[in-house]
């Protein structure tokens, strides 16, 4: 059985030979397959301001403000803890840990109900493969622990995706796969 390890680097592999023309034309292409997924007036939703290859969930939240949504993205208090600071157009980033930036000290933290997730892998089933840290695991096991449960949607390039991803108790799964191909609605677990 190939592990994480193998899946994740064979994955990012092909993410990062996704070449700048495609992933222009997939910036598009993804806001038009999210159909209204984001468009929650109301609604507090976190991306995350993309890393080395990701696919950029910048214009899904340019589209969620619009809607009148709130937007946040994801900070690393240490290397436990992610939580989500409100983000307001043209606010100062900061270096947020693991080599991205997110709202300073001075924003608010928030919940959001909708979360958009960076991904190494995925598959079908709305199981993902991160980058092994378990950061995003804690933070939404905490909020379900506390009765709140976001709405998970991964965001990546179809290229990501792998028949099967090894899932283990601790792993949430996603509830939507966004790719510049399609919006996949993971089946309802449990």
Do not use: C
Not at 10 to 26: E, F, H, N, P, W
Not at 110 to 136: N, Q
Not at 140 to 150: C, E, I, Y
């Amino acid at each position: 059985m190939t592990n994480k390890n193998q899946l994740r680097a064979a994955a990012l592999a092909r993410r990062d030979a996704v070449d700048g023309a495609s992933r222009a034309a997939a910036r598009e292409r993804i806001v038009q397959h999210a159909g209204p997924l984001f468009d929650q007036p109301g609604k507090i939703v976190s991306g995350y301001w993309p890393i080395r290859s990701e696919a950029d969930p910048g214009p899904l939240l340019d589209r969620a403000r619009q809607a009148g949504a709130t937007i946040a993205l994801p900070v690393l208090l240490d290397a436990e803890t992610l939580l989500f600071r409100r983000w307001d157009p043209g606010a100062v980033l900061e270096p947020a840990g693991f080599g991205t930036v997110g709202p300073s000290v001075a924003a608010p933290f928030v919940i959001p109900d909708i979360v958009i997730l960076p991904l190494a892998a995925f598959d079908r089933r709305g199981h993902r493969i991160g980058y092994g840290k378990g950061h995003y695991d804690r933070a939404v096991a905490g909020l379900v622990a506390a009765g709140m449960r976001p709405l998970l949607v991964g965001l990546a390039f179809a290229v990501q995706e792998v028949d099967k991803v090894p899932f283990e108790p601790h792993d949430i799964p996603l509830d939507f796969i966004l790719t510049e191909e399609e919006l996949i609605a993971a089946p309802k677990h449990g």
